[in-house]
């Protein structure tokens, strides 16, 4: 793996998500329970679904061969030992109500 490749694009990622961030959040998000229990509350968003698309497509056109697992989607699985896991944003239910302690979680391993 080039890692100089690798850096520049962790270094460059979170300012294209805040641009991102910015321009879908003029809407209010629609919020879905991913539970299957009626009884729990487990929130997801379109944005949290918006978020991982958005991060499963930079990658997908730096790093075409990696793996990538999220919360949102189908494991893409590929051939070589990189993967990346993302969690589109951590900490929707504070996403939701509009405490700005979340987050987007974004990892590479090498298996």
């Known amino acids: 793996m080039n890692y100089k490749k690798t850096f520049g694009f962790l270094k460059k990622l979170p300012n294209k998500l805040n641009s991102f961030y910015f321009k879908k959040s003029k809407k209010k998000p629609v919020i879905f329970n991913k539970a299957k229990n009626i ?12 978020f991982e698309k958005f991060i499963r497509g930079e990658i997908n056109r730096k790093f075409p061969e990696d793996s990538i697992i999220g919360e949102e ?18 900490g ?16 590479l391993s090498f298996k």
């Not at 590929?78 to 944003?89: A, H, L, Q, T, V």
């Not at 929707?92 to 990892?107: C, E, H, K």
């Open 39 to 50: 009884k729990n509350f487990d929130p997801v968003t379109n944005m949290d679904r918006a």
């Open 73 to 90: 989607y189908k494991k893409k699985v590929s051939k070589n030992d990189y993967m990346w896991s993302i969690d589109p944003i951590d």
């Open 92 to 107: 929707t239910r504070a996403f939701v109500i509009g405490v700005p302690t979340w987050s987007n979680l974004i990892s």
